[in-house]
């Protein structure tokens, strides 16, 4: 069964949710608004009408932010989400349903159907994910990453497997946190500095847990090259994964790239956010999004100085 839903926000930036009725499938529990695809009917046309009828509102421009497929123990849904960017007119409980206008950061306090869990993490994640390249000098590394948040980034993967600073981190870690942005170290160590905002896994480190390393309000993140190791980070309840090489990259010249009909295959059966990586740079952020994906990772794209390659 398919479903449409809608993430519509205010001038504010905050986004309408509303609750389900008591007697519904999941009742009581908040919801995107959006409702049931019929037979056939493509998924953009069904958000148009379920959003015309549940909220008397049109929808003149939406774009896809996440496609989960989840499976109940009395059903199997594919939610079909999309970020509605135009819409005329004054949002109404049409049929008697609750409203309620929340920021991102207040999504985790209400109760959601388990199958938005992804839903509301992508609402979460940016566009962009910063993977940073290891460090020539602590001076230059720390300037070029100011100005890499300078530039709009807010989440950036730290990543450093030549050599681990422990005084680096912590600079870089306080820097990224006073620009507002998140943290994720990607070390090797499973047990990051209390104020890092998590960590992020290789792929090798991914096929050897058996549960969730972090608790649930310290984000994990998870590089994946197969659509096995995708679902595997989904198995353990990870925040999102990086999954490439999408195109050919200079880094890694041999390795077949999966081009976009592959990471869009793979995003197909993924209950997780999916940033594609691999020659990505903020231009491709709209290919990604429209090929199943969160947008995209990059170390060179995103990085406002030339990386030395051979520390890579």
Partial sequence: MAV???????????ILVSRRHDQAHQGGLWELPGGKCEPGEPALDALRREIREE??????RAEPLIRIPYRYPDREVRLE????????????????QPLRWVSVNELDG??????????LRALQLPARYLI????????????????????????????????????????AI???????????LNTGSLTPPPDADGIHLTAAQLLTLKQRPLPADRWVGVSCHTPAELARAGELGLDFAVLGPVQTTRTHPDAAPLGWDGFAAACESAVLP?????GMTPA???????????????IRGLWPEPVDEELQ
């Fill in 4 to 14: 449409a839903l809608a993430v519509i926000r205010d001038a504010q930036d905050r």
């Fill in 81 to 96: 989400v999309y970020e509605v960017r135009d819409w005329s007119g004054e949002p109404q409980g049409c049929e008697g």
């Fill in 174 to 184: 306080e820097l990224v946190h006073r620009h507002g942005a998140r943290i994720l």
């Fill in 110 to 119: 209400l109760d959601f159907p388990a199958a938005n869990g992804p839903i």
């Fill in 274 to 278: 999916v940033y594609a990586l691999g």
């Fill in 132 to 171: 940073t390249p290891e460090p020539a000098s602590a001076e230059s590394f720390l300037a070029a990453l100011e100005r890499a948040l300078a530039q709009g980034v807010t989440l950036v993967q730290l990543r450093m497997k030549q050599a681990r600073p422990a005084a680096l981190i912590e600079a």
């Fill in 55 to 60: 909220l008397g509102i049109r929808v003149a």
């Fill in 284 to 298: 491709d952020v709209g290919t990604a999004r429209s090929h199943g994906g969160q947008g995209v990772a990059a």
